[in-house]
């Protein structure tokens, strides 16, 4: 099975920005819909945002109008651009298709936004 790897995160102040992104083989995407999700502390992990290969996008409603989804067909990559960053967008975020996850989970990339 093909590894997703998640990348981009890191420790930003609140309002900052990250852009996060989800790399494979062009042919482990296969037109399906791409997801973010993430999992904060003591918290079971959710959907952020979705794509699908037509490019519909779908947001959850704690991150419409601060974060985007977008997509690179010909890299297979998927990008999660997130701008006003709030504490508590503090998580490790994930990717992987939606609704049925084709992938085994990785290890996500960390985003800690704090003062």
């Known amino acids: 099975q093909v590894q997703l790897v998640e990348s981009g995160g890191g420790l930003v102040q609140p309002g900052g920005s990250l852009r996060l992104s989800c790399a494979a083989s062009?042919?482990?995407?296969?037109?399906?819909?791409m997801g973010w999700y993430r999992q904060a502390p003591g918290k079971e992990r959710a959907l952020v945002a979705r794509i699908s290969g037509g490019g519909t996008t779908n947001y959850a409603d704690s991150v419409k109008g601060r974060f985007t989804i977008s997509t690179d067909s010909v890299r297979a990559t998927v990008y999660l651009q997130m701008n006003s960053l709030k504490s508590e967008d503090t998580a490790v975020y994930y990717c992987?298709?939606?609704?049925?996850?084709?992938?085994?989970w990785g290890r996500g990339t960390q985003v800690t936004v704090s003062s």
């Open positions: 062009r042919s482990g995407f296969r037109g399906s819909t």
């Open positions: 992987n298709t939606y609704p049925q996850h084709n992938f085994s």
